[in-house]
């Protein structure tokens, strides 16, 4: 079975940090693409960031450009999203999900994880 | 930045047809991919590239890109579609991926 399975949400403190991870599982992940994509309590998807299969192609929104870092482990088939400087706006369900090429829509998502940014 | 706009809500009585339309400058030109989501749910892929269906989802989701408006068709809607459906395209100028704001579909 195709799957996709985020970890590492959390509370967290303004100016904190957290690393998200989304573990894949019944495809080849190398040969994909993937994305992290958040969605605010009570509003809509906001695409957070694109890494190629290969890592060497990165893209971030620029709403956590310079905060956040998408990185990916091959070997591992797994994704990740480490959060710095976190603020109250960054408070989302985060999830992970993979595309095929550019222009190619998400075919699978996962679960999604919850970080919440609060003192 | 380019942007999708959505109407926020839109209501259907069941067996009727609703139609979800996405604005965007010349959106015509790019593949547009429809998404829907259910409460505490992952979004789901209902179309892609504008008016293809994944595997699985019924003949009843079509869509339509042209001009400046794409648009989800749901023929013969039930209880079930009632969601909220998200438009997304790729765009090359800043943000590379965008979503609209997302349509509320109320079956009533």
């Known amino acids: 079975e195709v799957q996709l399975v985020e970890s590492g949400g959390g509370l967290v403190q303004p100016g904190g940090s957290l690393r998200l991870s989304c573990a894949a599982s019944?495809?080849?992940?190398?040969?994909?693409?993937m994305n992290w994509v958040r969605q605010a309590p009570g509003k809509g998807l906001e695409w957070v960031s694109y890494i190629s299969s290969s890592g060497s192609t990165i893209y971030y929104a620029d709403s956590v450009k310079g905060r956040f870092t998408i990185s990916r482990d091959n070997a591992k088939n797994s994704l990740y999203l480490q959060m710095n400087s976190l603020r109250a706006e960054d408070t989302a369900v985060y999830y992970c999900?993979?595309?095929?090429?550019?222009?190619?829509?998400?075919?699978?998502w996962g679960q999604g994880t919850t970080v919440t940014v609060s003192s | 930045s380019y942007v999708l706009t959505q109407p926020p809500s839109v209501s259907v009585a069941p067996g009727q047809t609703a139609r979800i339309t996405c604005g965007g400058n010349n959106i015509g030109s790019k593949s547009v991919h429809w998404y829907q989501q259910k409460p505490g749910q992952a979004p789901v892929l209902v179309v892609y590239d504008d008016s293809d269906r994944p595997s699985g989802i019924p003949e009843r989701f079509s869509g339509s890109n042209s001009g400046n408006t794409a648009t989800l068709t749901i023929s013969r809607v039930e209880a079930g579609d009632e969601a909220d459906y998200y438009c997304?395209?790729?765009?090359?100028?800043?943000?590379?991926?965008?979503f609209g704001g997302g349509t509320k579909l109320t079956v009533l």
């Open positions: 999900a993979r595309d095929s090429r550019y222009d190619s829509p998400f075919d699978v």
């Open positions: 019944g495809f080849t992940f190398s040969s994909y693409e």
């Open positions: 997304q395209v790729w765009d090359s100028s800043s943000d590379p991926l965008v």
